[in-house]
Protein backbone atom coordinates (compact mmCIF):
# COMPACT_ATOMS: atom_id res chain seq x y z
CA UNK A 1 0.00 0.00 0.00
CA UNK A 2 1.14 3.44 -1.06
CA UNK A 3 1.64 5.34 2.48
CA UNK A 4 -0.95 7.81 2.74
CA UNK A 5 1.09 10.80 4.59
CA UNK A 6 4.77 11.37 4.57
CA UNK A 7 6.66 12.14 7.97
CA UNK A 8 8.12 14.91 6.91
CA UNK A 9 6.30 18.41 6.71
CA UNK A 10 6.27 19.98 3.45
CA UNK A 11 7.78 23.84 3.26
CA UNK A 12 4.37 24.95 3.33
CA UNK A 13 3.62 23.60 6.38
CA UNK A 14 6.89 24.72 7.92
CA UNK A 15 6.07 28.20 6.52
CA UNK A 16 2.87 28.33 8.02
CA UNK A 17 3.97 27.09 11.53
CA UNK A 18 6.31 30.34 11.50
CA UNK A 19 3.72 33.02 9.86
CA UNK A 20 1.64 30.85 12.76
CA UNK A 21 4.27 32.05 15.70
CA UNK A 22 3.90 35.83 14.38
CA UNK A 23 0.31 35.50 14.65
CA UNK A 24 -0.10 34.43 18.06
CA UNK A 25 2.54 37.38 19.17
CA UNK A 26 1.00 39.87 17.65
CA UNK A 27 -2.65 37.87 19.59
CA UNK A 28 -0.73 38.38 22.86
CA UNK A 29 0.29 42.17 22.39
CA UNK A 30 -3.11 43.13 20.93
CA UNK A 31 -4.61 41.47 24.81
CA UNK A 32 -1.99 43.40 26.60
CA UNK A 33 -2.56 46.26 25.35
CA UNK A 34 -6.42 46.13 25.95
CA UNK A 35 -5.23 45.03 29.77
CA UNK A 36 -3.41 47.81 29.89
CA UNK A 37 -6.33 50.10 28.32
CA UNK A 38 -8.32 49.44 30.70
CA UNK A 39 -5.67 49.91 33.28
CA UNK A 40 -5.14 53.66 31.90
CA UNK A 41 -9.13 53.97 32.03
CA UNK A 42 -9.47 53.12 35.79
CA UNK A 43 -6.48 55.70 36.88
CA UNK A 44 -8.37 58.12 34.27
CA UNK A 45 -5.65 58.48 31.55
CA UNK A 46 -8.75 58.61 28.76
CA UNK A 47 -6.81 59.47 25.94
CA UNK A 48 -3.89 56.41 26.81
CA UNK A 49 -7.29 54.04 27.36
CA UNK A 50 -9.04 55.10 24.03
CA UNK A 51 -5.95 54.76 21.85
CA UNK A 52 -5.03 50.82 23.68
CA UNK A 53 -8.54 49.93 23.23
CA UNK A 54 -8.58 50.87 19.52
CA UNK A 55 -5.74 49.13 19.22
CA UNK A 56 -6.28 46.31 20.77
CA UNK A 57 -9.32 45.53 19.29
CA UNK A 58 -7.63 46.21 15.71
CA UNK A 59 -5.19 43.66 16.83
CA UNK A 60 -7.13 40.78 17.52
CA UNK A 61 -9.12 41.43 15.07
CA UNK A 62 -6.53 41.46 12.15
CA UNK A 63 -4.78 38.03 13.93
CA UNK A 64 -7.88 36.18 14.41
CA UNK A 65 -9.11 36.87 10.38
CA UNK A 66 -5.10 35.54 9.82
CA UNK A 67 -5.33 32.65 11.42
CA UNK A 68 -8.68 31.99 10.40
CA UNK A 69 -7.45 32.09 6.78
CA UNK A 70 -4.02 30.25 7.51
CA UNK A 71 -5.94 27.53 8.73
CA UNK A 72 -8.30 27.11 5.90
CA UNK A 73 -5.04 27.07 3.72
CA UNK A 74 -3.50 24.10 5.83
CA UNK A 75 -6.79 22.30 5.72
CA UNK A 76 -6.80 22.73 2.01
CA UNK A 77 -3.66 22.01 0.92
CA UNK A 78 -3.85 18.52 1.75
CA UNK A 79 -4.88 16.01 -0.78
CA UNK A 80 -7.74 14.30 0.11
CA UNK A 81 -8.60 10.91 -0.19
CA UNK A 82 -12.22 10.58 -0.58
CA UNK A 83 -14.14 6.86 0.62
CA UNK A 84 -14.16 4.55 -2.03
CA UNK A 85 -16.16 1.89 -2.07
CA UNK A 86 -16.31 -1.24 -3.96
CA UNK A 87 -20.31 -3.17 -4.77
CA UNK A 88 -19.63 -6.98 -5.46
CA UNK A 89 -22.80 -8.37 -6.56
CA UNK A 90 -23.40 -12.19 -7.30
CA UNK A 91 -25.03 -12.39 -10.60
CA UNK A 92 -27.33 -15.57 -9.36
CA UNK A 93 -29.05 -14.66 -5.81
CA UNK A 94 -27.79 -11.28 -5.99
CA UNK A 95 -26.34 -11.23 -2.78
CA UNK A 96 -24.52 -7.72 -2.53
CA UNK A 97 -21.40 -6.52 -0.27
CA UNK A 98 -19.84 -3.53 -0.11
CA UNK A 99 -16.42 -3.09 0.52
CA UNK A 100 -13.45 -0.01 0.66
CA UNK A 101 -11.64 0.06 -2.64
CA UNK A 102 -8.88 -2.29 -2.54
CA UNK A 103 -5.79 -1.83 -5.38
CA UNK A 104 -6.65 -3.79 -8.54
CA UNK A 105 -10.15 -3.78 -8.04
CA UNK A 106 -12.26 -2.66 -11.83
CA UNK A 107 -15.62 -2.93 -12.81
CA UNK A 108 -16.56 -6.16 -14.26
CA UNK A 109 -13.60 -8.34 -12.50
CA UNK A 110 -14.85 -11.65 -11.47
CA UNK A 111 -13.49 -12.07 -7.74
CA UNK A 112 -14.13 -14.03 -4.70
CA UNK A 113 -16.92 -17.02 -4.35
CA UNK A 114 -20.41 -15.95 -3.48
CA UNK A 115 -20.96 -17.21 0.70
CA UNK A 116 -24.62 -18.75 -0.61
CA UNK A 117 -24.13 -20.55 -3.47
CA UNK A 118 -20.45 -21.26 -4.62
CA UNK A 119 -20.87 -18.67 -7.79
CA UNK A 120 -18.34 -16.20 -8.94
CA UNK A 121 -19.06 -12.95 -7.82
CA UNK A 122 -18.50 -10.01 -9.80
CA UNK A 123 -17.71 -6.07 -9.19
CA UNK A 124 -20.73 -4.14 -10.14
CA UNK A 125 -20.29 -0.57 -8.64
CA UNK A 126 -17.11 1.56 -7.90
CA UNK A 127 -17.31 5.27 -6.69
CA UNK A 128 -17.08 7.62 -4.43
CA UNK A 129 -19.90 9.41 -2.11
CA UNK A 130 -19.41 12.92 -2.05
CA UNK A 131 -21.48 14.98 0.65
CA UNK A 132 -22.62 18.44 -0.36
CA UNK A 133 -22.05 20.21 2.76
CA UNK A 134 -24.16 23.03 3.82
CA UNK A 135 -25.70 23.36 0.42
CA UNK A 136 -28.38 26.16 0.64
CA UNK A 137 -31.04 26.26 -2.00
CA UNK A 138 -30.22 28.35 -4.51
CA UNK A 139 -33.35 30.36 -6.33
CA UNK A 140 -31.07 29.83 -9.83
CA UNK B 1 -36.97 72.08 19.30
CA UNK B 2 -36.85 69.20 21.97
CA UNK B 3 -35.75 66.72 19.25
CA UNK B 4 -32.84 68.96 18.39
CA UNK B 5 -31.93 69.07 22.35
CA UNK B 6 -32.23 65.25 22.42
CA UNK B 7 -30.28 64.66 19.58
CA UNK B 8 -27.41 67.18 21.06
CA UNK B 9 -27.12 65.16 23.98
CA UNK B 10 -26.92 61.97 22.51
CA UNK B 11 -24.48 63.10 20.10
CA UNK B 12 -22.31 64.58 23.03
CA UNK B 13 -22.34 61.15 24.58
CA UNK B 14 -22.27 59.13 21.83
CA UNK B 15 -18.96 60.96 20.47
CA UNK B 16 -17.93 63.10 23.10
CA UNK B 17 -15.71 60.64 24.81
CA UNK B 18 -13.29 61.90 26.88
CA UNK B 19 -10.07 61.75 25.55
CA UNK B 20 -11.67 62.30 21.96
CA UNK B 21 -9.40 65.35 20.61
CA UNK B 22 -6.40 63.94 20.25
CA UNK B 23 -7.61 60.81 19.00
CA UNK B 24 -9.56 62.23 16.28
CA UNK B 25 -6.32 64.47 15.76
CA UNK B 26 -4.43 61.62 15.50
CA UNK B 27 -7.01 59.89 13.27
CA UNK B 28 -7.38 62.65 10.67
CA UNK B 29 -3.41 62.39 10.17
CA UNK B 30 -3.87 58.91 9.48
CA UNK B 31 -6.68 59.43 7.26
CA UNK B 32 -4.64 61.66 5.41
CA UNK B 33 -1.40 59.63 5.33
CA UNK B 34 -3.42 57.01 3.89
CA UNK B 35 -4.96 59.31 1.41
CA UNK B 36 -1.65 59.90 -0.02
CA UNK B 37 -0.12 56.91 0.17
CA UNK B 38 -2.90 55.42 -1.87
CA UNK B 39 -2.38 58.24 -4.49
CA UNK B 40 0.88 57.54 -5.14
CA UNK B 41 1.74 54.16 -4.05
CA UNK B 42 -1.88 52.57 -4.47
CA UNK B 43 -0.69 50.50 -7.91
CA UNK B 44 2.50 49.57 -6.07
CA UNK B 45 0.46 48.21 -3.26
CA UNK B 46 -1.80 46.46 -5.65
CA UNK B 47 1.15 44.61 -7.30
CA UNK B 48 2.79 43.47 -4.09
CA UNK B 49 -0.85 42.29 -2.33
CA UNK B 50 -1.09 40.09 -5.95
CA UNK B 51 2.41 39.02 -6.29
CA UNK B 52 1.91 37.51 -2.65
CA UNK B 53 -1.40 35.93 -3.67
CA UNK B 54 0.75 34.15 -6.69
CA UNK B 55 3.26 33.30 -4.15
CA UNK B 56 0.74 31.19 -1.98
CA UNK B 57 -0.79 29.77 -4.60
CA UNK B 58 2.62 29.05 -6.27
CA UNK B 59 3.47 27.49 -2.63
CA UNK B 60 0.38 25.19 -3.36
CA UNK B 61 1.30 24.43 -6.52
CA UNK B 62 4.84 22.84 -5.77
CA UNK B 63 3.48 21.08 -2.89
CA UNK B 64 0.72 19.53 -5.26
CA UNK B 65 3.60 18.87 -7.68
CA UNK B 66 5.93 17.19 -5.16
CA UNK B 67 2.82 15.03 -3.91
CA UNK B 68 1.92 13.69 -7.36
CA UNK B 69 5.56 13.15 -8.27
CA UNK B 70 6.25 11.35 -4.94
CA UNK B 71 2.99 9.18 -5.63
CA UNK B 72 3.84 8.58 -9.24
CA UNK B 73 7.53 7.24 -7.95
CA UNK B 74 6.03 5.34 -5.15
CA UNK B 75 3.44 3.90 -7.79
CA UNK B 76 6.31 2.56 -9.90
CA UNK B 77 8.06 0.95 -7.34
CA UNK B 78 5.60 -0.91 -5.71
CA UNK B 79 3.90 -2.53 -9.02
CA UNK B 80 7.19 -1.80 -11.35
CA UNK B 81 9.62 -3.72 -8.99
CA UNK B 82 12.92 -1.85 -11.17
CA UNK B 83 16.07 -2.85 -9.92
CA UNK B 84 17.09 0.58 -9.95
CA UNK B 85 15.95 3.99 -7.90
CA UNK B 86 13.77 5.25 -10.70
CA UNK B 87 13.83 8.69 -9.20
CA UNK B 88 16.28 10.39 -11.88
CA UNK B 89 14.33 8.75 -14.73
CA UNK B 90 10.81 10.05 -14.01
CA UNK B 91 12.52 13.76 -12.95
CA UNK B 92 13.79 13.25 -17.18
CA UNK B 93 9.93 11.63 -17.89
CA UNK B 94 8.57 14.70 -15.99
CA UNK B 95 10.60 17.16 -18.37
CA UNK B 96 9.40 15.45 -21.84
CA UNK B 97 7.53 17.85 -24.12
CA UNK B 98 5.57 17.33 -27.37
CA UNK B 99 5.78 19.77 -30.17
CA UNK B 100 2.66 19.95 -32.14
CA UNK B 101 2.77 20.33 -36.20
CA UNK B 102 3.34 23.61 -38.26
CA UNK B 103 -0.31 25.08 -38.80
CA UNK B 104 0.73 27.85 -41.70
CA UNK B 105 -0.69 25.38 -44.48
CA UNK B 106 -3.42 23.54 -42.40
CA UNK B 107 -4.43 21.12 -45.22
CA UNK B 108 -3.49 17.49 -43.81
CA UNK B 109 -2.35 18.55 -40.36
CA UNK B 110 -4.80 16.01 -38.74
CA UNK B 111 -2.60 13.78 -39.81
CA UNK B 112 0.71 14.60 -39.05
CA UNK B 113 -0.57 15.55 -35.63
CA UNK B 114 -1.85 12.10 -35.09
CA UNK B 115 1.71 11.14 -36.20
CA UNK B 116 3.16 13.25 -33.22
CA UNK B 117 0.61 11.44 -30.86
CA UNK B 118 1.73 7.96 -32.01
CA UNK B 119 5.24 8.28 -31.33
CA UNK B 120 4.72 10.41 -27.94
CA UNK B 121 1.96 7.39 -26.93
CA UNK B 122 5.02 4.81 -28.28
CA UNK B 123 8.46 6.69 -26.60
CA UNK B 124 5.88 6.65 -23.33
CA UNK B 125 5.10 3.25 -23.10
CA UNK B 126 8.76 2.27 -23.58
CA UNK B 127 9.40 4.80 -21.34
CA UNK B 128 7.17 2.95 -18.62
CA UNK B 129 8.23 -0.19 -19.44
CA UNK B 130 11.41 0.64 -18.39
CA UNK B 131 10.91 2.41 -15.27
CA UNK B 132 8.65 -0.54 -14.72
CA UNK B 133 9.71 -3.68 -15.90
CA UNK B 134 7.32 -6.35 -13.98
CA UNK B 135 4.20 -4.05 -14.70
CA UNK B 136 1.77 -5.69 -17.18
CA UNK B 137 -0.24 -4.14 -19.49
CA UNK B 138 -2.79 -2.69 -17.75
CA UNK B 139 -0.60 -1.33 -15.21
CA UNK B 140 1.97 0.14 -17.48
CA UNK B 141 -1.38 2.01 -18.82
CA UNK B 142 -2.50 3.16 -15.54
CA UNK B 143 1.37 4.34 -14.51
CA UNK B 144 1.76 5.87 -17.89
CA UNK B 145 -1.01 8.30 -16.92
CA UNK B 146 -0.48 8.82 -13.98
CA UNK B 147 3.09 9.87 -15.04
CA UNK B 148 1.21 12.33 -17.60
CA UNK B 149 -0.91 13.73 -14.64
CA UNK B 150 2.60 14.12 -12.57
CA UNK B 151 3.88 16.04 -15.85
CA UNK B 152 0.95 18.10 -16.39
CA UNK B 153 0.98 19.18 -12.56
CA UNK B 154 5.24 19.81 -13.48
CA UNK B 155 3.94 21.96 -16.39
CA UNK B 156 1.49 24.29 -14.80
CA UNK B 157 3.91 24.84 -11.67
CA UNK B 158 6.83 26.08 -13.91
CA UNK B 159 4.31 28.06 -16.26
CA UNK B 160 3.31 29.88 -13.11
CA UNK B 161 6.43 29.98 -11.42
CA UNK B 162 7.53 31.61 -14.90
CA UNK B 163 5.00 34.31 -14.58
CA UNK B 164 5.34 34.79 -11.17
CA UNK B 165 9.58 35.31 -11.23
CA UNK B 166 9.35 37.70 -14.19
CA UNK B 167 6.79 39.85 -12.76
CA UNK B 168 8.90 40.15 -10.00
CA UNK B 169 11.70 41.02 -11.65
CA UNK B 170 10.04 43.19 -14.51
CA UNK B 171 8.11 44.83 -11.31
CA UNK B 172 5.29 44.79 -13.69
CA UNK B 173 1.78 44.88 -12.73
CA UNK B 174 -0.02 43.73 -15.92
CA UNK B 175 2.02 40.33 -16.05
CA UNK B 176 0.76 39.87 -12.46
CA UNK B 177 -2.53 40.67 -13.33
CA UNK B 178 -3.12 38.46 -15.94
CA UNK B 179 -1.77 35.82 -14.04
CA UNK B 180 -3.72 36.72 -11.36
CA UNK B 181 -6.60 36.94 -12.90
CA UNK B 182 -6.80 33.23 -13.98
CA UNK B 183 -5.15 31.66 -11.19
CA UNK B 184 -8.83 30.08 -9.27
CA UNK B 185 -9.46 28.11 -12.73
CA UNK B 186 -5.45 27.10 -12.67
CA UNK B 187 -5.88 26.00 -9.32
CA UNK B 188 -9.22 23.79 -9.91
CA UNK B 189 -7.09 22.83 -13.02
CA UNK B 190 -4.71 21.57 -10.58
CA UNK B 191 -6.40 20.21 -8.40
CA UNK B 192 -7.99 18.16 -10.58
CA UNK B 193 -4.83 16.55 -11.74
CA UNK B 194 -4.23 15.99 -8.47
CA UNK B 195 -6.55 13.61 -7.67
CA UNK B 196 -6.26 12.14 -11.05
CA UNK B 197 -3.22 11.17 -10.43
CA UNK B 198 -4.67 9.17 -7.29
CA UNK B 199 -7.06 7.55 -9.14
CA UNK B 200 -5.04 6.34 -11.73
CA UNK B 201 -1.92 5.29 -9.99
CA UNK B 202 -4.66 3.16 -7.88
CA UNK B 203 -6.82 2.26 -10.91
CA UNK B 204 -9.93 3.57 -9.90
CA UNK B 205 -12.74 4.47 -12.82
CA UNK B 206 -12.96 8.38 -13.19
CA UNK B 207 -15.68 10.32 -14.18
CA UNK B 208 -14.40 10.72 -17.88
CA UNK B 209 -14.90 6.95 -18.36
CA UNK B 210 -18.67 6.96 -18.02
CA UNK B 211 -18.95 6.56 -21.38
CA UNK B 212 -16.74 4.03 -21.36
CA UNK B 213 -19.16 2.49 -18.48
CA UNK B 214 -22.09 2.58 -20.23
CA UNK B 215 -20.66 0.71 -23.25
CA UNK B 216 -19.16 -1.94 -21.13
CA UNK B 217 -22.72 -2.41 -19.65
CA UNK B 218 -23.93 -2.61 -22.69
CA UNK B 219 -21.53 -5.43 -24.25
CA UNK B 220 -21.08 -6.94 -20.55
CA UNK B 221 -21.12 -10.80 -20.97
CA UNK B 222 -21.43 -11.17 -24.52
CA UNK B 223 -18.35 -12.26 -26.71
CA UNK B 224 -15.83 -9.17 -27.32
CA UNK B 225 -12.77 -8.73 -30.53
CA UNK B 226 -10.17 -6.08 -30.53
CA UNK B 227 -10.32 -3.58 -33.12
CA UNK B 228 -8.03 -0.82 -34.08
CA UNK B 229 -6.34 1.40 -32.15
CA UNK B 230 -6.65 -0.27 -28.19
CA UNK B 231 -10.55 -0.81 -28.79
CA UNK B 232 -13.42 -3.99 -28.24
CA UNK B 233 -15.90 -4.64 -30.36
CA UNK B 234 -19.29 -6.61 -29.05
CA UNK B 235 -22.01 -7.30 -31.30
CA UNK B 236 -25.20 -7.18 -28.81
CA UNK B 237 -28.79 -7.42 -29.92
CA UNK B 238 -30.64 -4.73 -28.74
CA UNK B 239 -34.59 -4.04 -28.89
CA UNK B 240 -34.05 -6.42 -32.32
CA UNK B 241 -31.68 -4.18 -34.11
CA UNK B 242 -28.10 -5.15 -33.87
CA UNK B 243 -25.99 -3.05 -32.32
CA UNK B 244 -21.98 -2.61 -32.68
CA UNK B 245 -21.03 -1.13 -28.83
CA UNK B 246 -17.09 -0.15 -28.85
CA UNK B 247 -15.21 0.71 -26.51
CA UNK B 248 -11.39 1.29 -25.20
CA UNK B 249 -10.23 -1.73 -23.88
CA UNK B 250 -10.09 -1.90 -20.24
CA UNK B 251 -9.35 -2.09 -17.15
CA UNK B 252 -5.99 -0.05 -17.88
CA UNK B 253 -6.09 3.78 -18.38
CA UNK B 254 -6.01 3.67 -22.06
CA UNK B 255 -8.50 6.31 -24.07
CA UNK B 256 -7.90 3.64 -27.74
CA UNK B 257 -8.70 5.22 -30.70
CA UNK B 258 -12.53 4.90 -31.41
CA UNK B 259 -12.29 7.37 -34.97
CA UNK B 260 -10.56 4.02 -36.27
CA UNK B 261 -12.81 1.72 -34.12
CA UNK B 262 -15.86 3.52 -35.80
CA UNK B 263 -14.21 3.59 -39.24
CA UNK B 264 -13.29 -0.41 -38.93
CA UNK B 265 -16.81 -1.72 -38.27
CA UNK B 266 -18.48 0.66 -40.99
CA UNK B 267 -15.77 -0.22 -43.26
CA UNK B 268 -16.42 -4.18 -42.69
CA UNK B 269 -19.82 -3.75 -43.06
CA UNK B 270 -19.77 -1.30 -46.18
CA UNK B 271 -21.68 1.54 -44.64
CA UNK B 272 -24.96 0.18 -43.76
CA UNK B 273 -25.27 1.44 -40.51
CA UNK B 274 -28.32 2.94 -39.70
CA UNK B 275 -27.20 5.62 -36.73
CA UNK B 276 -24.32 5.82 -34.69
CA UNK B 277 -24.54 7.16 -30.94
CA UNK B 278 -21.90 8.42 -28.76
CA UNK B 279 -21.89 8.74 -25.35
CA UNK B 280 -19.13 10.77 -23.48
CA UNK B 281 -18.35 12.66 -20.78
CA UNK B 282 -19.27 16.37 -21.37
CA UNK B 283 -18.19 19.40 -19.17
CA UNK B 284 -21.41 21.18 -17.08
CA UNK B 285 -21.41 24.53 -17.00
CA UNK B 286 -21.86 25.76 -13.14
CA UNK B 287 -25.20 25.14 -11.87
CA UNK B 288 -26.09 22.31 -13.87
CA UNK B 289 -26.87 19.19 -12.22
CA UNK B 290 -23.94 16.70 -12.05
CA UNK B 291 -24.94 13.27 -13.92
CA UNK B 292 -27.65 15.24 -16.24
CA UNK B 293 -27.59 13.55 -19.25
CA UNK B 294 -28.64 15.56 -22.31
CA UNK B 295 -29.05 14.30 -26.41
CA UNK B 296 -27.89 15.78 -29.35
CA UNK B 297 -26.01 15.50 -32.66
CA UNK B 298 -22.26 15.30 -33.83
CA UNK B 299 -19.55 13.48 -32.41
CA UNK B 300 -19.31 13.63 -29.14
CA UNK B 301 -15.47 13.16 -28.55
CA UNK B 302 -12.72 14.94 -26.63
CA UNK B 303 -9.07 15.31 -26.75
CA UNK B 304 -6.70 16.71 -29.68
CA UNK B 305 -9.60 16.81 -32.55
CA UNK B 306 -7.87 13.52 -34.40
CA UNK B 307 -10.74 11.16 -33.92
CA UNK B 308 -13.44 13.76 -34.21
CA UNK B 309 -11.89 14.50 -37.72
CA UNK B 310 -11.81 10.35 -38.65
CA UNK B 311 -15.12 10.19 -37.31
CA UNK B 312 -16.76 12.99 -39.60
CA UNK B 313 -14.73 12.29 -42.38
CA UNK B 314 -16.18 8.55 -42.91
CA UNK B 315 -19.83 9.38 -41.53
CA UNK B 316 -19.51 12.26 -44.09
CA UNK B 317 -18.62 9.38 -46.84
CA UNK B 318 -21.41 6.80 -46.22
CA UNK B 319 -24.05 9.14 -45.01
CA UNK B 320 -24.71 8.13 -41.38
CA UNK B 321 -26.38 9.74 -39.33
CA UNK B 322 -24.67 10.52 -35.83
CA UNK B 323 -26.45 11.07 -32.38
CA UNK B 324 -24.78 12.09 -29.27
CA UNK B 325 -25.62 11.43 -25.46
CA UNK B 326 -23.62 13.75 -22.75
CA UNK B 327 -23.03 12.76 -19.03
CA UNK B 328 -22.57 16.37 -17.65
CA UNK B 329 -19.53 16.70 -14.92
CA UNK B 330 -17.16 19.22 -13.97
CA UNK B 331 -13.64 19.36 -14.67
CA UNK B 332 -12.83 17.82 -11.10
CA UNK B 333 -15.55 15.27 -11.78
CA UNK B 334 -14.07 14.41 -14.87
CA UNK B 335 -10.72 13.20 -13.56
CA UNK B 336 -11.44 12.36 -10.03
CA UNK B 337 -12.30 8.93 -8.92
CA UNK B 338 -16.31 8.58 -10.37
CA UNK B 339 -19.28 10.22 -8.47
CA UNK B 340 -21.84 8.25 -7.31
CA UNK B 341 -24.47 10.19 -9.20
CA UNK B 342 -22.24 10.33 -12.75
CA UNK B 343 -22.11 6.11 -12.14
CA UNK B 344 -25.98 5.98 -11.49
CA UNK B 345 -26.28 8.27 -14.57
CA UNK B 346 -25.07 5.52 -16.84
CA UNK B 347 -28.18 3.86 -16.30
CA UNK B 348 -30.56 7.01 -17.23
CA UNK B 349 -28.01 6.89 -20.52
CA UNK B 350 -28.39 3.03 -21.17
CA UNK B 351 -32.50 4.40 -21.43
CA UNK B 352 -32.06 6.83 -23.41
CA UNK B 353 -30.17 5.15 -26.13
CA UNK B 354 -32.90 2.62 -26.45
CA UNK B 355 -35.36 4.97 -26.49
CA UNK B 356 -33.23 6.50 -29.57
CA UNK B 357 -32.76 3.15 -31.21
CA UNK B 358 -36.18 2.95 -31.00
CA UNK B 359 -37.19 6.11 -32.12
CA UNK B 360 -34.48 6.74 -34.97
CA UNK B 361 -34.05 3.00 -36.56
CA UNK B 362 -36.40 0.17 -37.72
CA UNK B 363 -35.79 -3.46 -36.35
CA UNK B 364 -32.97 -5.29 -38.48
CA UNK B 365 -31.04 -1.99 -38.68
CA UNK B 366 -27.30 -1.95 -37.48
CA UNK B 367 -26.19 0.68 -35.45
CA UNK B 368 -22.95 1.28 -33.63
CA UNK B 369 -22.94 2.86 -30.19
CA UNK B 370 -19.61 4.08 -28.64
CA UNK B 371 -18.73 4.91 -25.08
CA UNK B 372 -15.78 7.49 -25.43
CA UNK B 373 -13.43 8.09 -22.59
CA UNK B 374 -10.95 7.00 -20.38
CA UNK B 375 -11.79 3.33 -19.23
CA UNK B 376 -9.40 3.27 -16.70
CA UNK B 377 -10.97 0.47 -13.71
CA UNK B 378 -13.70 -0.04 -16.18
CA UNK B 379 -13.50 -4.04 -18.15
CA UNK B 380 -15.89 -5.31 -20.60
ZN1 LIG C 1 -24.84 -16.14 -4.86
Given at each position: ????????????????????????????????????????????????????????????????YVLF???????????????????????????????????????????????KCNE????????????????????? | ????????????QLFD????????????????????????????????????????????????????????????????????????????????????????????????????????????????????????????????????????????????????????????????????????????????????????????????????????????????????????????????????????????????????????????????????????????????????????????????????????????????????????????????????????????????????????????????????????????
Open positions: MVSKASSEPSPAARVSSFVLLAIFVMLVVAIMALFLSYGAYVSGNYDVAAALIIIGFIGVAASSQTRQRLIRLRIETPPITTTIECRKCGFKTVREFQRGDYIFKEVDVCQKMLITAIYREVREKGRKPFPF | MNIALMFTVLYSFPGWDIFSQVLMYAIYIFIFISLFYGQRLQFHIWLKEVEGSLYKLKYIRDEGRRIAIEAIREIGKPQTDPTPRVDRFLEYFTITPQSLDPAGIVWKLEHILDVRDARFKDEVKLLAPSADETQVNNLENTLEAAMALNYIYKVIRHYFLLGKKTLSLYIIMQIQMILPLVMREAEAYASALKAFAYGQPIGDGVGALVAAKLMHGYPVRKVPKDCVVATVPIEGRTAYVIKAEGPGGNVGKPGDAIKTIIEENEGKIATIIMIDAALKLEGEEVGEVAEGVGAAIGGPGVDQFKIEETILKYRIPINAVIIKEDIGDAVSPMRREIFEAADKAIERIKQLILEKTKEGDKIIICGVGNTIGIAQ
